[in-house]
């Protein structure tokens, strides 16, 4: 199977399989574990941040970013894509008593413009408005990467209303890569950074919550009320290490993986990407609704060997990562042209 489901399914190469197994341990919970607390040093000192917190996955990193910034009754804006929104179960409201306002773009880059008739007034008859949340890269925008300039420009206007900001930077690898810009100067626009090192950079557990020492202090309780203290995490901790020496510069190949292709479906009568344009290791293309449902599309391919997700009705994701080559790419391309040289799409 050429799975292009996600670039979460990668498994542990041999050589972070060796560091996993050589990794000095301790008690996490007790600050005892050299390696979580080496690869919290890291991932601090590469994001340009005081401290971090190695924590379970990518939705706890982001819960808890909006537990220690908000109080129940508070409020915070964000894309109304975002993974946050889209894939966390409203936790923030579950467990925190928050609630978010999401704010529709057309490009999923959010301006002062679009966000100013979000923020509160001050009235005891509204919640208070705390927050924003970016995303970066854009999973459900196609991995797109959200501009520099709009980000800093953003930013500043939310710092100048007093507001929070916070960064889900899963896969800010991603977009460090794809610009040349790096990890720290993406960060110092945000109080805290989310990342993850179970996508692309392919370790298989754990993401890190970036920013100030008081507040990854509070973000420490937090991650502990979750059940998110880990006793022996360096056996963990040492694949994240691992990726980050080893698994950041090569998303390139992903992100030409992508584009190759991407530019097979844009050449494919039937599909059409969606957005237009692939800037670093997603695809998202829609399936014409004359031949058949994004659904039937991709259990064709599935019995063709090739893994992919329907993202709604007509929409279909493929994801590039380390356990897909080139060669691989180019098989699933000519699956899916045998696939749309026929009427449907659909079994037959
Ligand atoms: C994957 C992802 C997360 C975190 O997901 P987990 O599965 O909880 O680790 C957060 N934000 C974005 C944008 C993601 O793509």
């Known amino acids: 199977m050429i799975d292009l489901r996600s670039d979460t399914v990668t498994r542990p190469t041999p050589g972070m399989r060796q560091a996993m197994a050589t990794a000095e341990v301790g008690d996490d919970v007790y600050g005892d574990d050299p390696t979580v607390n080496h690869l919290e040093r890291r991932v601090a000192d590469l ?7 190695y924590v379970p996955s990518g939705t706890m990193s982001n819960q808890i970013a909006l537990r220690v910034h908000c109080q129940p009754g508070d409020e915070f804006l964000i894309e109304a894509e975002s993974h946050v929104l889209r894939y966390e179960q409203a936790a923030y409201a579950q467990f925190f008593g928050l609630s978010a306002w999401p704010v529709t773009t057309a490009d999923q880059v959010l301006t002062p413009e679009l966000l100013a008739p979000h923020v509160r007034p001050q009235s005891i008859h509204a919640p208070c408005t705390r927050l924003i949340s970016l995303e970066q890269t854009h999973n459900r925008g196609g991995g797109s990467v959200i501009p520099y300039d709009s980000i800093e420009r953003v930013c500043q206007w939310a710092r100048e209303q007093g507001l929070v900001r916070h960064l889900d930077g899963a896969r800010l690898w991603n977009a ?10 993406w960060a110092q626009h945000f109080d805290t950074v989310s990342v993850c090192f179970s996508k692309g950079l392919g370790a298989p557990v754990g993401s890190a919550l970036c920013g100030p020492r008081t507040v990854i202090e509070r973000a420490r309780r937090v991650r502990k009320a979750l059940g998110g203290g880990m006793r022996q995490a360096g056996l963990l901790a040492a694949g994240a290490l691992y990726a980050l020496e080893n698994h950041v510069e090569r998303l390139a190949e992903d992100h030409a993986n992508a584009k190759r292709l991407a530019a097979a479906i844009a050449a494919t009568d039937g599909l059409a990407l969606d957005p237009p344009h692939v800037d670093t290791n997603i695809v998202i293309f829609s399936v014409d609704e004359k031949l058949g449902t994004a659904a039937e599309f991709v259990s064709r391919l599935a019995e063709l060997g090739v893994a992919v997700n329907a993202n709604g009705p007509q929409k279909v994701r493929a994801v590039t990562h380390l356990d897909v080559s080139t060669e691989q790419i180019d098989e699933a391309c000519s699956i899916i042209a045998g696939v749309m040289s026929h009427e449907s799409v659909g079994s037959r």
């Not at 994001?47 to 917190?53: I, N, Q, S, V, Y």
Request: hydrophobic share 60%; no cysteine; aromatic share 0%.
């Open 176 to 185: 460090a890569v794809a610009t040349g810009i790096s990890p720290a100067d």
């Open 47 to 53: 994001l340009g941040m005081e401290a971090a917190l």
